[in-house]
């Protein structure tokens, strides 16, 4: 039975520590803290106000983390921008290059690539996407995962536009330390005609043999580098097109088939990556 709960809104009203108090039957009482409503840590205290254990008891899978960590996609301009793309892109024409980090910013806006002829197989970049620096160094664990949610769209739905995307990390030379993910195919439907966003999960430990020096379970990342996701579109007929994709927005975050401008303040879409990331972050921008 819960019989006390302390809500603490932060990053602008957006996210939500609650912290919960009670009986814990039958050793005594029970303090929690919940992120978002899910739980993040426990402490177990017996009827004399014992601490029970070791703080802080674990969660119900046995471990404490930190993390995920998402990215949102932000309006603002990248302040540093990779020397190459990663992707084997046909033509890159047109696109974007913007910031992604722990905060969400700025007003949505979308960016439109549009292409006269588009042969079949043909892949176009509409955004690429480069995070704030890593503060902190990290090692790569084994089954880490890489979850993408972003609003993307196509001019009609006869152009059949797939959605691709490759992931890397840059180092603070400009250059690829390592891949997650090269001309990806997100697996989803075609895009739609109005934005909704569209989400993959992908390994970010695990090679597919397309890589030449991909992430690895072991990979030391250092302080500088940066997270680069390149989103777009593949052709599969020979015709004019156009594909869009969409960021920025202060409001809830994104989830699948949303219209990302549902909320008065936008929902921005996000990259977000298991364990333990530090990167720098502005201050939170209230809704």
């Not at 990290?138 to 993307?152: H, K, N, S, W, Y």
Request: glycine residues 10%.
């Amino acid at each position: 039975m819960t019989l006390g709960r302390e809500n603490v809104h932060c990053n602008g009203g957006m996210d939500t520590w609650r912290a919960e108090y009670g009986y814990y039957h039958p050793t005594g009482q029970l303090a929690s803290v919940r992120y978002n409503d899910q739980p993040a840590i426990y402490y177990a205290y017996d009827s004399s106000n014992n601490l029970v254990g070791e703080p802080p008891v674990p969660p119900s899978d046995g471990a404490l983390h930190r993390g995920p960590r998402r990215l949102y996609l932000n309006e603002t301009d990248a302040t540093e921008e990779p020397a190459t793309y990663g992707g084997t892109w046909t033509s890159t024409s047109g696109a974007a290059t913007a910031q992604m980090s722990p905060t969400r910013e700025g007003s949505p806006v979308e960016t439109t690539v549009a292409t006269a002829s588009c042969a079949v197989g043909d892949k176009i970049p509409v955004t690429t996407f480069v995070s704030t620096p890593l503060t902190e160094a990290r090692t790569l664990a084994a089954d880490e995962q890489v979850r993408m949610v972003v609003a993307a769209r196509q001019s009609e739905s006869g152009d059949a536009l797939k959605a691709v995307a490759s992931l890397w990390v840059m180092d603070s030379s400009g250059a690829s330390r390592c891949q997650i993910a090269v001309d990806h195919d997100l697996a989803q439907p075609p895009l739609p005609e109005d934005p909704e966003g569209i989400s993959a999960f992908l390994p970010l430990t695990t090679d597919n043999g397309q890589l030449t020096t991909p992430c690895s379970a072991g990979t030391a990342l250092q302080p500088g580098d940066r997270i680069v996701f390149e989103i777009g579109y593949q052709c599969t007929s020979s015709t004019a097109v156009e594909g869009a994709i969409s960021r920025g927005g202060t409001g809830p975050a994104l989830t699948a088939g949303e219209d990302p401008s549902a909320h008065q303040c936008g929902q921005p879409g996000y990259v977000e990556l298991d364990g333990d990331w530090t990167f720098a972050a502005d201050a939170p921008v209230p809704c």
